[in-house]
C-alpha cells in the first residue's frame, strides 16, 4: 500500500521533468536547425528567430543576443499584460533557445542552397517547437506579441500571428531580395506543417461509417472477430425518411482490410464511408 502511494507521488514529479526535458530537446532542435540551415542561407520565416537575422545580415548584431534582447521583455509585458499564465516553462524555452543559439553559432552550414535551408530548416523548427509544446511549454517571442495584440486589438490569433510573421518575411524579401523572402515562406509553412505532425502524428488509423441492413451482424464480426468498439449512431434516410443507424469504428491500418472483407462478406451492398483519424486516444489506442 505504501509502495502504491510513493509510486503515485513520485508520478507527477517524473511528468514536470518530462515537461521541462521536452522543453530544453524541442528548443535545442529549434536553435540548431536555426544555425545550420536557416541564418546561413538568409531565410527570415518569421518569429523572432527571422528578426535576428535580418538584422545579422544588415548590422551584424549577433542573433542568440537580438532574441534574448526581444524575448525577455516581451516575456515580462505578457506577464504584466496578460497575467501570469505563461509561467517558468515559457522563461526557460525563453532563455535556453537563444542559449543554444548562441552555443552553436560557429557550426558549419548543412548546405548553402536556400531552398534546402528553407524545407530543412522548417522541418527543424518544426520538430523541435512540437516536442516544446508537447512539453505544454513555449519559446515566447512573437507568440507573446500575437496575444498581446489580440488582447487590444480584437483581432483573432491567428490573424495577429499571420499580422506579425507576414511583416518579417515581406522585411526579409525588401532586405534579401524577393526570391529569399519565397523561401521564407516555403519555411513558414513546413514549420507549421511539421508542427502538426509532431502534435497529431501520422494517422494510421481509420474510422468507417457503415451503413448496412446487416447491421447486428456487422456489429457482433466487429466486436468478435477484430476485437474493436463500434458505436451505432442515429440517422434517417434523406429520400424515405425511414431509421437507418449508422455504425461508427475505429481500427489500425493493419485492420482495415479485415473490416472490408467482413462488412463485404456480411452485406456485399453495404454503404461505407472510410477516413483517416489524425488521433484516436482510448483504450486500444493511446492514452489521453
Not at 511528468?15 to 521536452?22: A, C, G, R
Not at 528553407?118 to 523548427?125: D, E, H, K, L, M
Not at 474510422?207 to 456487422?218: D, G, L, P, R
Request: aromatic letters at 10%; hydrophobic letters at 50%.
Amino acid at each position: 500500500m505504501n509502495k502504491r502511494r510513493r509510486q503515485k507521488e513520485k508520478h507527477p514529479l517524473l511528468t514536470i521533468v518530462s515537461e521541462y526535458l521536452h522543453i530544453l530537446v524541442g528548443s535545442a532542435f529549434v536553435a540548431l536547425a536555426f544555425n545550420v540551415f536557416l541564418l546561413p542561407n538568409q531565410v527570415a520565416s518569421g518569429g523572432v528567430s527571422g528578426i535576428s537575422i535580418i538584422l545579422f545580415n544588415v548590422l551584424g548584431w549577433e542573433p542568440a543576443f537580438v532574441q534574448w534582447a526581444f524575448n525577455i521583455p516581451l516575456f515580462i509585458a505578457g506577464i504584466i499584460l496578460l497575467g501570469m499564465q505563461f509561467g517558468a516553462k515559457t522563461l526557460v524555452g525563453t532563455i535556453f533557445l537563444p542559449f543554444v543559439v548562441f552555443l552553436s553559432r560557429d557550426f558549419q552550414p548543412a548546405t548553402t542552397d536556400p531552398l534546402l535551408g528553407a524545407i530543412f530548416g522548417g522541418i527543424g523548427v518544426g520538430l523541435g517547437l512540437g516536442i516544446v509544446f508537447r512539453g505544454k511549454g513555449s519559446t515566447g517571442g512573437t507568440d507573446l506579441a500575437a496575444q498581446i495584440i489580440n488582447k487590444y486589438t480584437g483581432f483573432t490569433l491567428g490573424r495577429c500571428v499571420l499580422l506579425i510573421d507576414g511583416l518579417i518575411v515581406i522585411s526579409a524579401a525588401i532586405v534579401f531580395d524577393i526570391e529569399r523572402g519565397l523561401y521564407a515562406l516555403i519555411g513558414l509553412f513546413v514549420t507549421s506543417k511539421t508542427i502538426d505532425l509532431v502534435q497529431i502524428g501520422i494517422g494510421n488509423s481509420k474510422m468507417a461509417m457503415i451503413i448496412t441492413n446487416e447491421q447486428e451482424k456487422v456489429r457482433a464480426g466487429i466486436i468478435h472477430e477484430i476485437d474493436r468498439g463500434v458505436t451505432k449512431l442515429s440517422a434517417f434516410g434523406g429520400y424515405t425518411d425511414d431509421e437507418r443507424p449508422i455504425l461508427m469504428c475505429v481500427v489500425d491500418q493493419t485492420e482495415f482490410t479485415k473490416l472490408k472483407q467482413l462488412v463485404k462478406r456480411i452485406d456485399s451492398s453495404a454503404f461505407v464511408v472510410v477516413m483517416d483519424a489524425a488521433e484516436v486516444l482510448g483504450e486500444g489506442f493511446k492514452r489521453p
